[in-house]
Nanobody, 123 residues
Framework: QVQLVESGGGLVQAGGSLRLACVAS????????MGWFRQPPGKEREFVAS????????DYRDSVKGRFTISRDNAKSTVFLQMNSLTTEDTAVYYC????????????????WGQGTQVTVSS
């Protein structure tokens, strides 16, 4: 079973940027489609972005398109989420995910979750 550890969260002012990283171990990283989900305060966990196992296909929720970029470095078993032009609506705990098969927007299709990293955007 692959283990995932996120880093890079923190407190940032609206309009600022953060880069999240997720390092995988215990599995063959390059074979997994990967994704990022988030859970805003008082809400359910929601899809943010996903990337196919060779990085050729990406998907984003509408509210982050043009602001967030997902990428991966298979040699370092790491997936990234570059977040620009952050707003207070982006405040959430962000989770890295390894999918069971191809990319998906569903929590049910995730095989492994990271522990989460807090992102707080102040106004």
């Amino acid at each position: 079973q692959v283990q995932l550890v996120e880093s890079g969260g923190g407190l940032v002012q609206a309009g600022g940027s953060l880069r999240l990283a997720c390092v995988a171990s215990g599995g063959t990283f390059r074979l997994y489609a990967m994704g990022w989900f988030r859970q805003p305060p008082g809400k359910e966990r929601e899809f943010v972005a996903s990337i196919s196992w060779i990085g050729g296909r990406t998907d984003y929720r509408d509210s982050v398109k043009g602001r967030f970029t997902i990428s991966r470095d298979n040699a370092k078993s790491t997936v990234f989420l570059q977040m620009n032009s952050l707003t207070t609506e982006d405040t959430a705990v962000y989770y890295c995910a390894a999918f069971k098969a191809g990319t998906s927007r569903s929590n049910d299709d995730v095989r492994s979750w990271g522990q989460g990293t807090q992102v707080t955007v102040s106004s």
